[in-house]
């Protein structure tokens, strides 16, 4: 009978600390659980306050400012013009090929850019923001109002307001626009009648969007489109570093 109650107390003392050891386990899991928890809480609260931060310490860029159009869209194409001995000048006057505009100029062509891409077309781009020290260079070798414009009162290019633009295909193919680019003849002019329906179909597509993106158009080169509300902003001299 002793050797029975002994057995029992040993099995009860056995019983007694399985069952401390699993309660001081479960409080230790609770523990680190909660712990766990907590650190999660805390470290997406901090990556939170971080972006907030960031977000607020980001910098405010004014949209009269220049900023380089490449850097807010992949989605153009470029043939820079004035960069090369391709144009009626026959002079490279841009030392390297490069499209600055205002930041506003820039909101209103990525606009057209996005209609224009819904009906499978991109904008390429023959010219941007020009300096006035361009424009000078470009006066004293073809000084003719007909063709550039007067630096003394300078241009809207001269304003970063003004873009030299057409429409090229899914494949990279420009659409027909009835002449060159630069062509100084009535056959540029948007009323020009005596043009094919394909011509003015891709005339009147190009002009649509645009004016319907914020620019007016230019009556006697279907290629310039300007920046309504960039008419009244400063004729620049500001100049970018070429890479």
């Known amino acids: 009978m002793q050797l029975f109650d002994s057995t029992y107390n040993l099995k009860s003392l056995l019983l007694f600390y399985f069952y401390k050891k699993i309660a001081v386990m479960t409080s230790y899991f609770k523990s680190l659980i909660l712990l766990c928890l ?21 910098p405010i860029i004014n949209d009269t400012a220049f900023v380089n159009l490449k850097e807010y869209s992949q989605d153009f194409v470029y043939d820079m ?8 000048l026959k002079a490279k006057v841009y030392d390297c090929a490069e499209c600055f505009l205002r930041l ?17 077309y991109k904008i390429k781009i023959f010219d ?9 260079k ?3 070798i073809v000084s003719n109002p007909k063709y550039v ?10 304003r970063g307001g003004a873009v030299d633009i057409t429409l090229v295909d899914s494949k990279g ?3 027909p626009m009835g002449t060159a680019f630069d062509f100084f003849g009535i056959e540029a002019s948007h009323n020009y009648p005596n043009v094919s329906a394909k011509v003015k179909q891709n005339r009147l ?12 158009s230019f009556d006697s080169e279907w290629w310039h489109y300007n920046l309504k509300s960039g008419l009244n902003d400063k004729v620049s001299n500001v100049k970018w570093d070429c890479k």
Request: with cysteine; hydrophobic share 40%.
């Open 205 to 216: 597509l190009l002009k649509t969007i645009m004016t319907s993106s914020g620019f007016n």
């Open 104 to 120: 506003k100029t820039v909101k209103a062509l990525l606009e057209a850019n996005m209609k224009f891409m819904k009906n499978g």
């Open 173 to 175: 193919k420009e659409l």
């Open 138 to 140: 470009m006066w004293k």
């Open 38 to 58: 907590l650190f999660c809480v805390f470290s997406c609260k901090s990556q939170i306050i971080i972006s907030d931060v960031q977000e607020k310490n980001a």
């Open 128 to 136: 941007c923001y020009r300096p006035l020290d361009i424009q000078k």
């Open 149 to 158: 414009a007067n630096p003394a009162k300078g241009s809207i290019h001269n």
């Open 81 to 88: 013009k004035y960069a090369t001995n391709d144009n009626f």
